[in-house]
């Protein structure tokens, strides 16, 4: 495991920093996105999202569970499992399906699928600060490797 430490003064700093990720992001990641609401989590997924060539409006998808979005680059799946009740829950949206596709996963709130979600590439942690944002960001692949060590 590897892990690095970086501030994030603002939202446009979080949008800038997530789409930093997808410019180094291969087709198949599992990136985990924890903190407290309000955090910055969806910000940053936005602003992956959005780097990787999608077009629309990106939402966060607390009350579907999943959003897809087919990017000019792959799809990627943003969970939001704030709401979820239980992990087997996950079952009902086809969760394992997205384990053999090629495609990069958001997942906020991770810790609400324990038991089901896979072992992330990268873990991001995001600390909301009077000032910006504390982001912790630990690696748990080699590809979660190899982004730390080109961020």
């Known amino acids: 495991m590897k892990t690095t430490h970086m501030h994030i003064p603002d939202d446009k700093a979080m949008r800038a920093f997530g789409a930093r990720l997808a410019a180094l992001s291969p087709a ?7 903190g407290d609401l309000g955090a910055g989590k969806s910000t940053l997924a936005r602003g992956f999202i959005q780097a990787r060539g999608y077009q629309g409006p990106v939402k966060s998808p607390t009350y579907t569970l999943v959003e897809p979005y087919q990017a000019t680059e792959g799809i990627i799946y943003h969970l939001d499992l704030y709401r979820l009740s239980h992990p ?12 053999s596709t090629d495609a990069i996963c ?12 896979p072992e992330p590439d990268l ?17 748990l692949s080699d590809s979660g490797i190899d982004i730390i060590n080109r961020l």
Not at 28 to 34: G, N, S, T, V
Not at 106 to 117: M, N
Not at 123 to 139: T, Y
């Open 28 to 34: 198949r990641l599992w990136i985990y996105l924890q």
């Open 106 to 117: 958001l997942v906020e709130w991770p810790d609400k699928g324990a038991g089901l979600l």
């Open 123 to 139: 873990r991001i942690h995001i600390d909301h600060l009077a000032q910006g944002r504390d982001v912790s960001i630990d690696a």
């Open 88 to 99: 087997e829950e996950l079952e009902f949206i086809g969760i394992r399906e997205f384990f």
